[in-house]
């Protein structure tokens, strides 16, 4: 059973559209975590959720933004997304800050911005 | 500045022969590592991990070497299979003496296993 599920799979937003990505986990967890993934490259932090302390990343672009209404779901909301958005967003969790804790991830969306 | 580094793109091995897959660090405050494995269309799933007061860690066919003077660290895969085929993640953290910092990933490594 998927225990962290990210939807939608494929998203196709245009340019300037506000776009929202949605995740949720049935494991409970603490910490919320959203990626992003261009293509041959790592996975970059944006943000994290500890319970309802949101932290973001330095570099993170003011576009993005996110919310989590309560353990379960946490979103992430691109305001005005541009070409350079386009990337796989993927989304985890962690019992705990990822200190000495693995982190689990969903399947991810692959944003497209036309 | 890349604090993860995989220095190889890709990899090929045949069928029951070894695979190395190596990842750099920079930072000397991590004290935590871990590899994903990522299929196509999937996201990452932990493979396995070693903590920085160990050199060895393994977990039946894999086994994660770690060198801290060198900031290196290795994973092994013996014998290879088919099924291992994906791009294989290096990532590291420090923990709640060092910052308790989130994962910091490398670009990854696609491993071909042949048969």
């Known amino acids: 059973d998927a225990m962290v599920i990210q939807n939608p799979r494929y998203q196709v937003t245009q340019f300037g559209k506000p776009v929202t990505l949605s995740c949720s986990q049935t494991l409970n967890h603490n910490v919320m975590y959203w990626y992003q993934q261009k293509s041959s490259q790592a996975p970059k932090l944006l943000f994290h959720y500890y319970d309802k302390d949101f932290n973001n990343e330095a570099d993170t672009p003011d576009n993005f933004q996110s919310r989590r209404p309560n353990t379960s779901f946490c979103f992430l909301d691109i305001r005005s997304p541009g070409l350079g958005d386009a990337a796989m967003y993927l989304c985890?969790?962690?019992?705990?800050?990822?200190?000495?804790?693995?982190?689990?991830f969903g399947q991810g969306t692959r944003l497209t911005v036309v | 500045d890349q604090q993860v580094k995989q220095n190889s793109p890709s990899l090929s091995v045949q069928e029951g022969r070894i695979s190395i897959l190596n990842c750099d660090y920079t930072n000397s405050m991590f004290d935590y590592f871990l590899w994903y494995k990522k299929y196509p269309a999937e996201g990452p799933t932990f493979l396995i991990s070693?903590?920085?007061?160990?050199d060895k860690n393994e977990d039946g066919r894999f086994t994660v070497f770690l060198n801290k003077s060198a900031k290196h660290l290795s994973l092994h895969i013996v014998p290879s299979q088919p099924g291992d085929s994906a791009v294989y993640f290096c990532?590291?953290?420090?923990?709640?003496?060092?910052?308790?910092?989130?994962?910091?990933f490398g670009k990854g490594t696609r491993l071909s296993v042949i048969a």
């Open positions: 070693i903590s920085s007061i160990k």
């Open positions: 985890a969790t962690s019992r705990e800050l990822q200190g000495h804790t693995e982190a689990f």
């Open positions: 990532a590291a953290s420090a923990g709640r003496n060092s910052g308790n910092t989130p994962l910091v």
